[in-house]
């Protein structure tokens, strides 16, 4: 029987364990998230290798008797030696990794998911400090769609009717996207960016919308030529913390700061 297996790999997390050995959660493309244990010291060759965010072929041993995965050797890709360079890029890429592991690995779409996240992780790399946050927002939207959770911005859940381009929209965890109609905003007259959140609602306006349209399907390395203004930015940011927020069950701690 076959005991070793290769892998495309990224590093997400790593954790010393005892005096020299360190437990290592990879995403891989295969089998979504494994983990599995790098034996060495601190100057190991193998253990430098293995750091996080680091993206290559990985080479594991599987003892069956003790059903723990020993890393026999990780050929690096990509190092990504960018992350490290700037607070904006470290924390996004933390960002990404804790994203992951929360939502184990995919769900199941896992070779999407090492791509969207590998890709990711490129345009980090070499990225402004203030391009970090869209290339993340860019990142947990296509994660949506990878979990299955991402909703239609262009039609209202309620009535179906399509949004003109310069209409906003209102998004409840409950209801998914409305049209200010079916959100109960005539109600309320024209202030239009009050009283349907202070029902839990949360406000998508056109340039939310047109950005969230506008990037899904564009390469995270061409980010920074589509920006997000102030308000916008803040509305993406609700809105797609809401989601994940709800299908984690938490805020995640990695988003602190950033969402
Ligand atoms: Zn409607």
Redesign the pocket.
Known sequence: MNRNFTYSALVLRTKNSGESNRNVWFLTAEEGIIQATVYGGPKSKLRAHVSPFNRGILYVYFDQMRSSRKVTDFDVRFWHPGLRELYERSSAASAVAGTVLASHGGGGNWESAFTVAGNTLNALDAAESSACISILLHFLWNWTDILGLRPGINR?D??N?EFLQEQSGWYSGSEGI??P??AGQEAYGRQKDRAPESDGMLLLGPGARRWLSTVQDLPAAVLPRYTLDKPSLRQVKNFLSAILSSAFGTQLNVWDGLL
Do not use: K, Q, R, V
């Open positions: 209202c309620s009535c009717c409305l049209c109609s079916c």
